[in-house]
């Protein structure tokens, strides 16, 4: 079966230090990696987004993330964390030569002030 | 100028009763979807429609229908409802069916009593 996994429930990190939230899959083909932020009572906000060329794709709020095709990972990272990172997030796939969106179970990141 | 809309934002009504959550989008955009988020976070995707036309219906019961007047508008009808159903669901469109980013409504709490 396709699946997205999340392996922390939480993340926490002191602010300023780097953070890093993971992010693995098994899917068919040649997946497209997404993720997800979502801010309490708030809806999903894109963040970032990997379809083809460089593994590492910047994103919004000083977000990055690396595609590494033989760990199948895609994790989330920020050089910095600020306490307003602290969210809900979220990792998604669209496997090759499919259309439906499997989100991860998402992970909540609690930036320490 | 909201980009995905979603109405009502709370809703809670007792079991056994019909109710209808609408979602309207202003970007153009030629898909729509509904996601059922439950109470330990986890997204699930339950219909999607392009152009107006079905096109993702997942393991969802009858009791819910997607009804899409025109490819700005996908509404949720549910019949019958059961406690089961409380969740947040959110409403989100795309450019296209190759769902490249998403994007969200602010979500509608459902408490059925």
């Known amino acids: 079966a396709q699946s997205v996994a999340q392996p922390e429930d939480q993340v926490n990190v002191a602010e300023g230090n780097p953070l890093t939230v993971k992010c693995t899959y098994s899917v068919s083909g040649n997946p497209y990696l997404f993720w997800y932020v979502q801010y309490p009572n708030r809806g999903l906000q894109f963040l970032l987004k990997?379809?083809?060329?460089?593994?590492l794709v910047k994103g919004s709020y000083g977000f990055e993330a690396e595609f590494n095709k033989s760990q199948t990972s895609f994790h989330l990272k920020k050089p910095s964390a600020l306490v307003s990172d602290s969210a809900l997030y979220f990792c998604a796939v669209i496997p090759g030569g499919d259309d439906k969106i499997i989100f991860g179970k998402g992970t909540r990141l609690h930036i320490l002030p | 100028d909201t980009a995905v809309s979603q109405t009502p934002k709370y809703l809670v009504t007792q079991m056994g009763n019909d109710k209808s959550i609408k979602c309207e989008q202003n970007l153009g955009h030629d898909t729509m979807y509904w996601y059922k988020q439950d109470s330990k976070k986890f997204l699930k995707i339950m219909f999607s429609y392009n152009n107006k036309e079905l096109i993702i219906n997942e393991t969802v019961p009858n009791r819910f229908s997607p009804k899409s007047p025109d490819k700005a508008h996908l509404n949720l009808h549910i019949n019958s409802l059961e406690l089961g159903d409380s969740a947040v669901y959110f409403c989100?469109?795309?450019?296209?069916?190759?769902?490249?980013?998403?994007?969200f409504g602010p979500g509608t709490r459902l408490t059925v009593t």
């Open positions: 989100a469109s795309s450019t296209s069916t190759v769902t490249y980013e998403q994007y």
């Open positions: 990997y379809i083809t060329g460089d593994n």
